[in-house]
């Protein structure tokens, strides 16, 4: 079975501080890993993902995330928060097997960018 | 690309009522899932389509609900007999096999409110 585990129900931060959204997962065999953001009476958007490769990957809105394996972490990451950044965040998990498309979320974290 | 549709966005019905959801995703996408998503929670898996055929089904899914995508494109999700626990956020989402069956896009969602 797989799951995703995100510590923090609320992450406030400053505008202009970095912030920083922790998950961490467990899957069998190799993962591929998502973040998406939802915005209030909003669907979900995707944001970033990870599937093979470069440790540190790059998404929408200046926001990045670091997978560590052996932490079995894939944390997101923005060097200077926006108030417009506020939103719900959730991370998922899908394993990278043949006919394994379900993505599991974790519950999200609320973030919130103080003036 | 217009984005994953969903419809109706609410549906407010009375206990021991049937209602159907409609999902048109983006337009090229192979595959179709359905997601619940309940208050405080992130989105559940319940249901996955590659072209017209169902693949995968979550416990979730009771023998109350079912769902069909009768020609490969547009996706229907019907619950029978609805009771106040089915009241969440029904999220359709689409993904393409280009480049890899990665990021769902998610619609808006139908929110289910059972009286």
């Known amino acids: 079975a797989q799951s995703v585990a995100q510590p923090e129900d609320q992450v406030n931060v400053a505008e202009g501080n970095p912030l920083t959204v922790k998950c961490t997962y467990s899957?069998?065999?190799?993962?591929?890993l998502f973040w998406y953001v939802q915005y209030p009476n909003r669907g979900l958007q995707f944001l970033l993902k990870?599937?093979?490769?470069?440790?540190l990957v790059k998404g929408s809105y200046g926001f990045e995330a670091e997978f560590n394996k052996s932490q079995t972490s894939f944390h997101l990451k923005k060097p200077s928060a926006l108030v417009s950044d506020s939103a719900l965040y959730f991370c998922?998990?899908?394993?990278?097997?043949?006919?394994?498309?379900?993505?599991?979320f974790g519950k999200g974290t609320k973030l919130s960018v103080i003036p | 690309d217009t984005g994953v549709s969903q419809d109706p966005r609410h549906k407010i019905t009375k206990r021991g009522q049937n209602v159907t959801f409609r999902c048109d995703p983006i337009?090229?996408?192979?595959?179709l899932y359905w997601y619940r998503q309940t208050l405080g929670q992130g989105p559940e898996f319940l249901t996955y389509?590659?072209?017209?055929?169902?693949?995968?089904k979550s416990r979730l899914l009771s023998d109350r609900f079912s769902a069909e995508r009768p020609k490969g494109s547009f996706s229907t999700l019907e619950i029978q007999r609805t009771e106040q626990g089915d009241s969440a956020m029904y999220l359709c989402?689409?993904?393409?096999?280009?480049?890899?069956?990665?990021?769902?896009?998610f619609g808006p969602g139908t929110r289910l409110t059972v009286t």
């Open positions: 989402a689409s993904s393409s096999d280009l480049g890899g069956p990665y990021e769902q896009y």
């Open positions: 899957v069998s065999g190799n993962p591929y």
């Open positions: 990870y599937i093979t490769g470069d440790n």
């Open positions: 998922a998990v899908r394993g990278s097997g043949a006919g394994s498309y379900q993505l599991t």
């Open positions: 337009s090229e996408h192979n595959r």
């Open positions: 389509f590659q072209n017209e055929a169902q693949l995968e």
